[in-house]
């Protein structure tokens, strides 16, 4: 079956950096897109950063030159690179599935869900 486990969240200061990672099993994971979608309380769970089965990225403009979403595809693990975090980074982060090789701009294109990892950024 799919699991997808994430990690590397945790407290930090502005201005400061985390890695997230999201292994995943159950699946041949290079031929999916996966992406990373925050969610803070009281908040829509949109995607941040993307990246397609051939490797193409795509960043929402609020953490555009700041995130960097990567994979290693032996290791079967998704990254979240995040530098110089704002206190509005702060939420629980969730790497997902894509249904397909394409990257969906829609929620309903993700079939599969990690547990979450909290991020807190404060000031």
């Known amino acids: 079956q799919v699991q997808l486990v994430e990690s590397g969240g945790g407290s930090e200061q502005a201005g400061g950096s985390l890695r997230l990672s999201c292994v995943a099993s159950g699946y041949i994971f290079s031929i999916y897109c996966m992406g990373w979608f925050p969610q803070a309380p009281g908040k829509e769970r949109e995607a941040v950063a993307t990246?397609?089965?051939?490797?193409?990225?795509t960043y929402a403009d609020s953490v555009k030159g700041r995130f960097t979403i990567s994979r290693d595809i032996a290791k079967k693990t998704l990254y979240l690179q995040m530098n110089s975090l704002k206190p509005k980074d702060s939420a629980s982060y969730y790497c997902?599935?894509?249904?397909?090789?394409?990257?969906?701009?829609?929620?309903?294109?993700?079939?599969?869900w990690g547990q979450g990892t909290q991020v807190t950024v404060s000031s």
């Open positions: 997902a599935r894509g249904n397909n090789a394409y990257c969906s701009t829609s929620n309903l294109g993700y079939k599969y």
């Open positions: 990246i397609t089965s051939f490797g193409l990225t």
